[in-house]
């Protein structure tokens, strides 16, 4: 499982947790917004949490190949990592403003 999410400092948290026999061993790396894709080693498991995180924060995942966008229009927002800092109420506006 792959988690991320930005802290109170505006820094980039993501979290690997992985099952090793009978254990979970968690991997956290905070702070960097480029990270190598172990998409290569887990396959969907690994590149489909990756290119969520780099669609929804603006993480940026190293060999990654990415498929498009996942959950948000093309259109709607320039860049990626927008959802997190853009109030709902300018969003609205926006995608209003560009569906005209």
């Not at 969907?44 to 940026?60: C, D, F, I, K, R």
Request: glycine letters at 10%.
């Amino acid at each position: 499982m792959i988690h991320g999410f930005v802290d109170k400092e505006g820094k980039h948290v993501v979290n690997y947790k992985y099952e090793v026999g009978n254990c979970i061993e968690s991997y956290t790396v905070k702070g960097e917004d480029t990270l190598p894709s172990i998409s290569d080693i887990y396959d969907v498991s690994a590149s489909w949490p990756e290119e969520e995180l780099y669609e929804l924060m603006g993480v940026n995942f190293e060999g990654l190949n990415m498929r498009g966008r996942l959950f948000l229009p093309d259109t709607m927002l320039e860049g990626q990592g927008h959802i997190l800092v853009t109030p709902l109420d300018e969003l609205r506006k926006k995608t209003l403003k560009e569906g005209e």
